[in-house]
């Protein structure tokens, strides 16, 4: 079983600094965040109901203990907080999950 977040991202006012920022700020923040095995963004994400998903993110842990401890961790604090700022730019929604691998 992983544990994954997910964040959901709107289209930003202003999509240039939204892309710069998440790509030379949130990006390497999140990346240093302790026992990520995963790290994938997708654009354009056609929601099934609704307007599409500007941008979509996807991080991976072993498990949800590790996915906890990294978020709490002063790199999941620093990484929090840019998410804040990143929510004024683009109003996001987040969740975490696990995923059992043996399904199918």
């Given amino acids: 079983m992983t544990a994954h977040f997910l964040a959901l991202y709107e289209t930003p006012a202003d999509p240039e600094a939204f892309d710069r920022h998440y790509r030379e700020v949130h990006i390497p923040l999140g990346r240093r965040l302790p026992g990520l095995r995963r790290y994938a963004i997708g654009r354009d994400a056609a929601a099934v109901r609704g ?3 500007y ?3 996807e991080l991976e842990w072993e498990t949800m203990d590790e996915l906890r401890a990294a978020f709490a961790s002063p790199e999941g604090r620093a990484t929090a907080a840019d998410a804040a700022h990143l929510q004024e730019l683009a109003p996001v929604r987040s969740m ?3 995923v059992d691998d043996s399904v199918i």
Avoid: E, G, S
Wanted: proline share 11%; no cysteine.
């Fill in 96 to 98: 975490i999950f696990t």
């Fill in 55 to 57: 941008l979509v993110a």
């Fill in 51 to 53: 307007a599409p998903y």
